[in-house]
């Protein structure tokens, strides 16, 4: 099976939908990208615009559609039938009681059902809890009794904002099968990648899917554990970002996750956290760890306002403050469970007025949190820091690591990313308060 042979349909083209397709067109699929918001595929096929942020990408859709690779469509029934795989890259957002919606992915599968011809191996790549895979067999057969298709999962593990790069370049690719045809299926898939040295874990599909939440989850207690520590460093005097660097030094450790910040936020930590503690007490086990990493970030985020009012000497009432950056971190426009969805409205009720600029996420900020009570959007660093009393730094994006101390004379700084040497800010007669970083006599 070489690239050029192989058809792969790619149901949902959002983040991971199109980045994943756009990259198997580059890695030389013929790749069908499909999705049900007919305005999104318009603007993608018609206009080559790319519904997201995510450096890098449009050059590589540009590319790969010019060379015959790459399409858009809504229409399964004109790329399912020729597919040797129709990949599942839908949303699986938060339900109410904690779990992962599975509505999206249900809904895909019985599409798919309805045009398979030919044996298809179907991949869920959408985050799904263990067992997700039998399910989808289960709905696809209901529709499509005689179908011949195998179920495989293959979790994605890219990163927005670096997430072609991670793609094309991941630590490693994990697939879940339940037989050797599938198996042959999904090893030809990733052959670009293995031939360069990336490592290809195969496992059965019930262990792929729980390696993708485990992993979340371990990350996201990676985060909180430094998040946790800013407090007491705070308190002796200790500097948080050298008990990282100590602590990553160690190999068993590594460094990668020990930054502190505002709280984990973004599509994946908040929901899969939740998702898999929810599996576990669905089996009857509890995973107490996760479940008090959850706990613990939403405490981290509901504290952050009151650290802005104690910089600002115990109040914000009637304070204007500068917030900068609203994504959930850099290099992305997605504010899904980002921290400023919890400070923002905090520092507004407290009667602060908020002026908020992001690179990227103003669109995302705006039906989030509607302008309005005490809150305006603006469009740039300048304009937010116009008559500020104090500026919060939110997302770590470069053009507010670029900030000259000048532009924060006579504010009151607080740093959520730890963007600044509080000596530096110190000597420049700026108050400033970083993440556990002792203060500056
Ligand atoms: N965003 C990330 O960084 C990331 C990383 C790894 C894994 N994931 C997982 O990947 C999955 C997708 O996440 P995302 O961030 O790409 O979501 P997204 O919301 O950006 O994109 C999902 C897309 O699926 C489309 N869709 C929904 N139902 C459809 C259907 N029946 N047919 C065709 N299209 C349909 C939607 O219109 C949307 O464009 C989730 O399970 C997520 O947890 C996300």
Redesign the pocket.
């Known amino acids: 099976m070489s690239a050029s042979s192989l058809n792969l349909t790619m149901?949902?083209?959002?983040?991971?939908?199109l980045v994943s397709g756009t990259c198997f067109a580059e890695m030389g699929f013929n790749v069908t990208c499909?999705?049900?918001?007919a305005a999104?595929i318009a603007k993608l096929r018609d206009e080559g615009v790319i519904p997201?942020y995510e450096p890098g990408l449009k050059e590589l859709v540009d590319k790969n559609v010019a060379a015959g690779r790459l399409s858009f469509t809504t229409d399964l029934a004109s790329c399912v039938p020729q597919a040797d795989a129709v990949f599942i890259?839908?949303?699986?957002p938060q339900d109410e009681d904690g779990s992962a919606d599975l509505k999206?992915v249900e809904?895909?599968a019985r599409?798919i059902a309805k045009h398979l011809q030919g044996y298809t191996v179907i991949v869920n790549?959408?985050?799904?809890p263990v067992g997700t895979g039998a399910k989808v067999e289960g709905w696809v057969r209901g529709v499509n009794a005689g179908a011949d298709f195998d179920v495989a999962s293959n979790?994605?593990?890219?990163?927005?904002g670096e997430?072609v790069g991670d793609f094309l370049n991941p630590d490693r690719v994990v697939v879940g099968v339940e037989n050797a045809r599938a198996r042959a299926v999904m090893e030809a898939l990733y052959k670009p990648l293995t031939d360069k040295g990336v490592a290809l874990h195969v496992t059965n599909r019930a262990s792929s899917e729980l390696i993708k939440y485990a992993a979340n989850a371990f990350l996201a207690t990676k985060i909180t554990f430094v998040n946790e520590l800013v407090n007491l460093c705070d308190t002796v005097g200790a500097d948080v970002l050298s008990v990282s660097k100590g602590m990553g030094l160690d190999s068993r450790i590594a460094p990668r996750f020990l930054q502190p910040g505002p709280g984990y936020g973004?599509?994946?930590f908040p929901?899969?956290t939740n998702a898999l503690a929810k599996t576990a007490r669905d089996h009857g086990v509890t995973l107490g760890l996760v479940e008090e990493t959850i706990r613990r970030n939403e405490a981290i985020k509901e504290g952050l306002a009151a650290k802005v009012a104690k910089a600002l000497g115990g109040s914000v009432k009637d304070k204007t403050v500068a917030v900068l950056g609203l994504a959930f971190k850099a290099n992305t426009d997605?504010m899904r469970d980002a921290s400023a969805l919890t400070l923002l409205p905090m520092l507004q009720k407290a009667g602060a007025t908020v002026q908020a600029y992001d690179p990227e996420a103003m669109e995302q900020a705006r039906w989030r949190l509607p302008e309005g009570n005490g809150l305006a959007y603006v469009d740039s660093t300048n304009a937010a820091l116009n008559g500020a009393d104090a500026v919060v730094i939110l997302t770590e994006w470069d053009e507010f690591k670029a900030l000259a101390p000048a532009m924060l004379k006579g504010k009151v700084v607080v740093d959520l990313r730890n963007l600044f040497d509080p000596a530096a800010m110190h000597a420049a007669g700026i108050a400033y308060t970083g993440l556990g970083r002792p203060q500056a006599e």
């Open positions: 149901i949902g083209t959002g983040y991971v939908g499909v999705d049900v918001d999104k997201i890259g839908v949303g699986t999206y809904a895909a599409d790549k959408s985050t799904v979790p994605e593990f890219l990163r927005e997430a973004g599509s994946c929901k899969d997605d």
